[in-house]
């Protein structure tokens, strides 16, 4: 596609529910990212894929979060057993290479845990 | 700990005129840094970067400053519009990192 696309756009959900966010990158990046943007703060890392493997998930809080990318295109973010500290921006960017510079961002899929 | 700061959570500046949007970071070892625009439900989206190694990149209106003994980086609209009216995000990197590192964001009103 011509640009990296999150769905959904915003997801409600239930305290202690289970979510999945999906990104679809750009076709043939071959770089993901996902970050995290609370209210008020700018984006916050969580984890980085190159190809299908997490080439660093230091970013991610607590084993409530993972993150896959099986055929290293398509990634799905998976939270269980959600908190309402949890609500935030999720963002997911990607790059044709695993260089810093000059992601392109999705519009994100704000999540709001009730 | 915010390793990378932008103190002024706004900034309203009049059309025609110069914005000037500051950024601090505390990690010398970032060694290139990105300003990213944002409008309200869209991503981030690219502006301008610059590497350790200049002191000023410049595109169009947009110019950035690099100040790396004060630890400091500007960017600098000119003449602004009111398009411009964003947020606006500092970022910095490492050699070795997979990541960005963002400041709190900086919302820019350009009024008539």
């Known amino acids: 596609g011509a640009g990296v696309s999150q769905t959904p756009s915003n997801k409600v959900t239930e305290k202690g529910k289970y979510v999945e966010l999906r990104c679809d990158p750009i076709?043939?990046?071959?770089?993901l990212y996902w970050y995290r943007q609370s209210l008020g703060q700018g984006p916050e890392f969580l984890i980085y894929?190159?190809?299908?493997?997490?080439?660093?998930d230091s970013g991610l809080p607590n084993d409530r979060f993972f993150a896959v990318r099986p055929e290293g295109s398509v990634s799905t973010l998976k939270i269980q057993r959600t908190e309402r500290g949890d609500s935030a921006v999720y963002l997911c960017?990607?790059?044709?290479?695993?260089?810093?510079?000059?992601?392109?961002f999705g519009s994100g899929t704000r999540l709001t845990v009730v | 700990d915010q390793q990378v700061k932008q103190n002024s959570p706004s900034l309203s500046v009049q059309e025609g005129r110069i914005s000037i949007l500051n950024c601090d970071y505390t990690n010398s070892m970032f060694d290139y840094f990105l300003w990213y625009k944002k409008y309200p439900a869209e991503g981030p989206t690219f502006l301008i970067s610059?590497?350790?190694?200049?002191d000023k990149n410049e595109d169009g209106r947009f110019t950035v400053f690099l100040n790396k003994s004060a630890k400091h980086l500007s960017l600098h609209i000119v003449p602004s519009q009111p398009g411009d009216s964003a947020v606006y995000f500092c970022a910095a990197t490492t050699p070795a990192a997979s990541k960005l590192t963002f400041g709190t964001g900086t919302r820019l009103q350009v009024t008539l």
């Open positions: 960017a990607s790059s044709p290479t695993g260089s810093n510079y000059g992601y392109t």
């Open positions: 076709s043939g990046h071959t770089a």
């Open positions: 894929f190159q190809g299908t493997g997490a080439a660093d």
């Open positions: 610059i590497s350790s190694i200049k």
